[in-house]
């Protein structure tokens, strides 16, 4: 027992004398990071050129994306009668056409009726503008520096600003010509179109490809459903509140004014603008008080309430990044670039989610504790 103490105690000195390798061979130096934050601003920076010098064709596909998601689960209705796909595709974009051009027949004859009935305010309609524009013109009387100078400016009126980008009207036609059969070939070729897409990527990334085009489907989807869910409601409810005030045309102002709402921060102010126009001249000020109060509740009761229970799981952009964002798209094309500022900046963040030199952006667009690439919190 004695000898075998004796030989461990002899067996230290040799392990003391094994020499260690020198800090600098044995703890491996931190690489410095690349510093690829200039590709990625010279590369955020070339997408945005597209935008704004290809809108034409961008807003078309990607309107067309948006009409193939309401369309989809129509059409896979009936496909689940036994119809083919392209039968149950065309037949959705026929449904679809059918409602848009009976929606449009409807407004139009409303709107026509309501001209018919303008004349009959046509006093106070005209003392209301006289009275403004005796106010507008003491204003610029008071604040021109020039006088006798004759100053023209061309006019803008609601035309220009939808077609901003799209040149005539001419144009903005052709363009629309074609969204339907943009429609119908995305829900013939979905399942080809989402394949060949995930295998233009490298086979390492094509798991992260596949999971991003889902979510990005899953997100759209959501947020057309939601939308059309939400003016529904609010339409339902400004319906009710505008006929109980004897508003003429109230369905028509109700609905029009729910959709209206639906604009993210501009829409408190555009949702009180139909039942405004049609009771012009018959309104008391207390009226138009009510009005707007019913346009601004329902715009908040929709962003606060019915959006984050609604559609906050899939969008999971922070307020700051929304208005930013309605902000940039607004400028690059003008009145569509506020419906489909939400819908883009929501699919780019989950890209960013994606790719791992672009995670810090999608994390400066999303919340607090918001679902990363993975899907993880």
């Given at each position: 027992?004695?000898?075998?103490?004796?030989?461990?105690?002899?067996?230290?000195?040799?392990?003391?004398?094994?020499?260690?390798p020198?800090?600098?061979?044995?703890?491996?130096?931190?690489?410095?990071?690349?510093?690829?934050?200039?590709?990625?601003?010279?590369?955020?920076?070339?997408?945005?050129?597209?935008?704004?010098?290809?809108?034409?064709?961008?807003?078309?596909?990607?309107?067309?994306?948006?009409?193939a998601?309401?369309?989809?689960?129509?059409?896979?209705?009936?496909?689940?009668?036994?119809?083919?796909?392209s039968?149950a595709?065309?037949?959705?974009?026929?449904?679809?056409?059918?409602?848009?051009?009976?929606?449009?027949?409807?407004?139009?004859?409303?709107?026509?009726?309501?001209?018919?009935?303008?004349?009959?305010?046509?006093?106070?309609?005209?003392?209301?503008?006289?009275?403004?524009?005796?106010?507008?013109h003491?204003?610029e009387?008071?604040?021109?520096?020039?006088?006798?100078a004759?100053?023209?400016?061309?006019?803008?009126?609601?035309?220009?600003?939808?077609?901003?980008?799209?040149?005539?009207?001419?144009?903005?036609?052709l363009?629309?010509?074609?969204?339907?059969?943009?429609?119908?070939?995305?829900?013939?070729?979905?399942?080809?179109?989402?394949?060949?897409?995930?295998?233009?990527?490298?086979?390492?990334?094509?798991?992260?490809?596949?999971?991003?085009?889902?979510?990005?489907?899953?997100?759209?989807?959501?947020?057309?459903?939601?939308?059309?869910?939400?003016?529904?409601?609010?339409?339902?409810?400004?319906?009710?509140?505008?006929?109980?005030?004897?508003?003429?045309?109230?369905?028509?102002?109700?609905?029009?004014?729910?959709?209206?709402?639906?604009?993210?921060?501009?829409?408190?102010?555009?949702?009180?603008?139909?039942?405004?126009?049609?009771?012009?001249g018959?309104?008391?000020?207390?009226?138009?008080?009510?009005?707007?109060?019913?346009?601004?509740?329902?715009?908040?009761?929709?962003?606060?309430?019915?959006?984050?229970?609604?559609?906050?799981?899939?969008?999971?952009?922070?307020?700051?990044?929304?208005?930013?964002?309605?902000?940039i798209?607004?400028?690059l094309?003008g009145?569509?670039?506020?419906?489909?500022?939400?819908?883009?900046?929501?699919?780019?963040?989950?890209?960013?989610?994606?790719?791992?030199?672009?995670?810090?952006?999608?994390?400066?667009?999303?919340?607090?504790?918001?679902?990363?690439?993975?899907?993880?919190?």
């Amino acid at each position: 027992m004695a000898q075998a103490v004796t030989n461990i105690g002899e067996r230290r000195p040799e392990q003391a004398d094994v020499k260690l390798p020198p800090p600098e061979v044995a703890v491996a130096k931190p690489r410095p990071r690349r510093k690829d934050w200039a590709l990625n601003a010279i590369g955020l920076g070339a997408i945005f050129a597209i935008c704004y010098f290809g809108e034409e064709i961008l807003v078309v596909i990607l309107v067309s994306i948006l009409l193939a998601f309401i369309m989809a689960p129509v059409a896979d209705f009936l496909m689940k009668l036994r119809m083919p796909r392209s039968v149950a595709a065309a037949l959705s974009v026929f449904l679809l056409l059918a409602a848009l051009c009976g929606i449009t027949y409807y407004g139009v004859n409303q709107a026509f009726n309501l001209l018919e009935e303008l004349p009959k305010y046509a006093g106070t309609i005209r003392q209301d503008i006289s009275r403004v524009l005796r106010k507008t013109h003491n204003l610029e009387v008071l604040t021109s520096g020039d006088k006798g100078a004759v100053k023209i400016r061309e006019s803008t009126n609601v035309t220009d600003l939808m077609s901003r980008g799209f040149g005539s009207a001419t144009g903005v036609a052709l363009a629309a010509s074609f969204i339907p059969f943009l429609a119908f070939f995305m829900l013939t070729w979905q399942e080809h179109a989402r394949d060949a897409t995930v295998g233009l990527f490298p086979l390492e990334h094509r798991r992260e490809a596949h999971a991003a085009l889902g979510l990005i489907a899953a997100m759209v989807r959501s947020f057309m459903v939601g939308n059309i869910v939400i003016a529904l409601l609010i339409g339902g409810v400004s319906t009710v509140v505008f006929g109980l005030m004897h508003i003429p045309f109230f369905y028509f102002a109700g609905f029009a004014s729910g959709f209206l709402s639906l604009v993210p921060y501009l829409g408190a102010v555009l949702a009180a603008f139909p039942p405004l126009f049609v009771a012009v001249g018959r309104l008391s000020l207390a009226e138009v008080g009510w009005i707007l109060l019913t346009a601004v509740a329902c715009h908040v009761i929709a962003m606060n309430v019915l959006y984050p229970k609604i559609l906050g799981s899939r969008l999971r952009l922070n307020p700051l990044a929304v208005t930013i964002a309605l902000l940039i798209w607004a400028w690059l094309w003008g009145a569509m670039g506020l419906l489909l500022a939400v819908p883009v900046t929501a699919g780019m963040k989950i890209v960013f989610d994606h790719v791992e030199s672009l995670k810090p952006f999608g994390a400066w667009l999303g919340e607090p504790g918001s679902q990363n690439g993975n899907g993880k919190q």
